[in-house]
């Protein structure tokens, strides 16, 4: 043992401070850095193991201290359950959102929705055939003009929402697609890292967050491998092993709604049907395959039950003239539905050939009731009745959406919580740590002061 | 013990801020609409019952216009017929002066161009028009129950209106059923007979039937009238009903959203004044 081992003993532990003070300084400088993950430094004493000295004597030799590693903070199945609370809340989100739009568009419960107009086109139907003249007729004329552009531009905004959702979707697989080739090449980087000995800890950062964004936009499944790489798979089928993406993510389906109820929009990763049970695309695709369908449909089925219920009384009366009733309404569909009639001449008021009465009319106004409506379809719901179902079943299932996004929020906040409790910086304990590191150098400086003097004492001697 | 850091205590307060936020916009959003339902997924339930409602408001509107038309047809109706039975009448006392007897043939010349002046003034009465119908016409094509040559055109359909959901009422009088078939030629026959001297006591009794066919008609117009009258009471009461159950189901109960509004705006001052506290003193305060 001598004096110069004293001195690089202090100098171990001046290196040793200096650099956890640089981690801790890296630490409260990334306080607030959305994925920074906390470090520390792993500290070990240096010291030979005390051998039975056969000449010399010696026991113990004491080298000091040395940074052995910077250790990451973070516990990856807390930020594995944030990941998947993150993936089905953007799930829920995803479905909620094109029908809260399409609830918009419907301004129900209102004097000003399609059940308003539906009640007003049957109430003209009555007063014309009190009254039998032209104003009473233009009257049905417009009403039903009103009604018909209603169901156009509700069939219109629908088709508009899906286009919109599509986009997303299709915005979704690029986006999931360079967060796979991110994943890839982080994967090597953090390989070449780790064989180097080079601290790869931000560029793990990087790999959590790109492995987050695939969490919540497909619900991504993440392997973590020996060798500190992670693959990727989207229900069962792998998008990236280790260094190379495997396959690509593939969006399919029709490009507008009017197939869609036939032709499904799915996903491929390299062939294969991935389907994806939470992250956004889960909930883009039963939007764009159930729930966006669904409304369509059921707008035609009141367009059609419109159609058929009008036309068919319409066309058993006669004109004033005393010809008979042609269709009221053409086309067919939400998105065709139009008033045939320009000319209140050509309405079937009359019930009888050659007569002025207004029964025909009136009768035509009683489609207002459900019951009669039904009756004249055969069975078949009326038209208030279809719409009022749309809309009752459209909010019920948009409400309990929103109530499970309340709780699925609630529980994001939770597991979000643990990570940042477990991975996010404390200051006061960094603080806590600085004062203990500056003091720490304070002390190995104060180690070499003394050996120093330990050295003049020597030096001194002799003179 | 479960390890707080700055981030996690920001989290914390920022989605209890945006939790409270969110609550205070649901209030603020129902104090200031008025309504408890914005949307139908706030009450899917209401939603639907409102819905209904709303339709059925609809077809007590159209009842209600319905009942008004009736009102208007049956007084035309109703003045008609009793300006028809005092005309009617005033032929029948014509008549009786001159069964009388012993009239000279001046007298009877001038009680005959008499009938003669009346029976136009009738015939105009049966033509007497609704909105351009001829109210005892039926659903005839012309716009006339009795033609220029006396002849009655009226077709005898009846014109109904629905007054409420169950009950339809006539709004017309089938001209057949008051005489209105013959009144021209017997309105000739009389005016002839008395120019010949002696109006036989058949004529009479034509009037009479007549005359009872008006009553009878009256009547009948005068029981439709009210049992409109009834259903109307009734239509505007329903919907005084509806409206104020359409008011209770979908408008906010203002003093309830007003309380709310202000424990939530305390709530969110609170959480406002906390978020802003929790990250003033640190460890650093106390170092030097």
Do not use: C
């Not at chain 1, 007003?120 to 009257?139: E, I, K």
């Not at chain 1, 069975?379 to 179902?389: E, K, L, M, V």
Request: glycine share 8%.
């Amino acid at each position: 043992m001598s004096i110069n081992s004293i001195l690089y003993n202090g100098y171990s532990g001046l290196n040793a401070a200096q650099q956890a003070l640089n981690v801790i300084g890296q630490n409260v400088a990334n306080a607030n850095t959305e994925g920074y993950t906390r470090q520390r430094v792993d500290l070990a004493a240096l010291q030979t193991t005390p051998s039975p000295g056969l000449y010399t004597g010696h026991g113990t030799q004491f080298n000091g201290v040395e940074v052995t590693n910077v250790e990451r903070i973070k516990n990856m199945f807390l930020q594995a359950s944030a990941d998947q609370a993150v993936s089905k809340q953007s799930a829920l989100q995803s479905q909620a959102t094109p029908l809260s739009d399409v609830q918009n568009l419907l301004n129900e419960p209102s004097d000003n929705g399609l059940g308003s107009a539906l009640d007003t086109f049957y109430g003209a139907w009555t007063t014309l055939g009190n009254n039998l003249d032209q104003a009473s007729g233009n009257v049905v004329i417009g009403d039903g003009r009103i009604v018909a552009a209603q169901l156009n531009q509700l069939a219109d905004g629908v088709e508009q929402e899906w286009t919109n959702q599509r986009d997303n979707l299709s915005s979704v697989v690029d986006q999931v697609n360079a967060a796979a080739q991110t994943v890839a090449e982080l994967n090597v980087q953090i390989k070449q890292g780790q064989v180097g000995g080079t601290d790869v800890n931000s560029l793990m950062d990087e790999r959590d967050k790109a492995v987050n964004t695939l969490s919540s936009l497909v619900g991504a499944q993440v392997t973590s491998g020996s060798d500190g790489q992670v693959s990727i798979s989207i229900s069962g089928v792998g998008l990236v092993n280790g260094p190379a993406v495997t396959n690509t993510l593939v969006l399919n389906g029709p490009a507008d709604i009017s197939s869609a109820s036939s032709q499904p929009t799915y996903l491929t990763v390299g062939g294969t049907t991935a389907t994806p049970s939470s992250g956004s695309a889960a909930g883009l695709l039963s939007s764009l395959n159930t729930d966006l369908p669904a409304i369509n449909a059921q707008l035609d089925t009141i367009a059609n039950n419109l159609i058929t219920a009008v036309n068919t009384v319409h066309n058993a009366g006669y004109t004033l003239a005393g010809t008979s009733g042609t269709d009221f309404f053409t086309g067919t569909g939400a998105r065709g539905i139009d008033v045939a009639i320009t000319d209140p001449a050509d309405l079937a008021i009359s019930a009888t050939a050659g007569a002025q009465d207004g029964s025909n009319a009136i009768a035509v106004g009683e489609l207002s009731n459900d019951a009669t409506a039904s009756t004249v379809l055969g069975g078949g719901q009326s038209p208030s009745q279809a719409y009022r179902s749309m809309v009752s079943s459209l909010a019920t299932q948009l409400s309990g959406l929103n109530t499970a996004i309340t709780s699925q929020t609630a529980i994001v906040t939770t597991t979000q919580n643990a990570v940042d409790s477990d991975a996010g910086v404390d200051m006061d304990e960094e603080l806590t740590n600085m004062i203990l590191f500056q003091r720490s150098y304070q002390a190995s400086a104060k180690v070499i002061t003394t050996a120093d003097q330990m050295m003049q004492t020597l030096i001194g001697m002799v003179q | 013990m479960t390890r707080i850091t700055q981030l996690s205590m920001a989290h914390t307060s920022l989605a209890g801020l945006q939790a409270s936020l969110t609550q205070l916009q649901s209030v603020q959003a129902q104090a200031s609409s008025g309504k408890r339902i914005q949307v139908p997924s706030d009450d899917p339930h209401g939603t639907a019952i409102s819905m209904q409602l709303r339709s059925a408001q609809s077809a007590d509107t159209t009842y209600a216009s319905n009942i008004a038309f009736a009102n208007a047809r049956l007084g035309t109706l109703d003045s008609t017929l009793q300006t028809l039975n005092t005309r009617v009448q005033q032929v029948r006392s014509i008549v009786i002066t001159a069964q009388g007897g012993q009239m000279s043939s001046d007298t009877l010349n001038s009680l005959s161009s008499q009938i003669e002046q009346i029976k136009p003034e009738l015939v105009a009465l049966y033509n007497t028009q609704y909105l351009g119908r001829p109210v005892f016409g039926g659903t005839s094509p012309t716009n006339q129950a009795i033609d220029d040559s006396g002849t009655f055109v009226g077709d005898g359909t009846a014109v109904m209106t629905r007054i409420s959901a169950v009950s339809t009422v006539r709004v017309d009088v089938d001209g057949a059923a008051i005489g209105a078939d013959k009144i021209s030629s017997l309105m000739d026959q009389i005016s002839t007979n008395m120019a010949a001297g002696n109006p036989p006591q058949s004529d009479l009794s034509d009037l009479d039937d007549v005359l009872s066919s008006l009553t009878t008609a009256l009547g009948n117009v005068g029981a439709i009238e009210n049992r409109v009258s009834q259903q109307s009471d009734l239509i505007s009461q329903n919907s005084i009903d509806l409206t104020s159950a359409i008011a209770t189901n979908e408008s906010a109960d203002l003093a309830q959203v007003l309380t709310q509004f202000a424990s939530q705006q305390v709530a969110y001052q609170t959480a406002l004044g906390i978020a802003g506290k929790i990250s003033q003193t640190s460890l650093l305060d106390f170092l030097q």
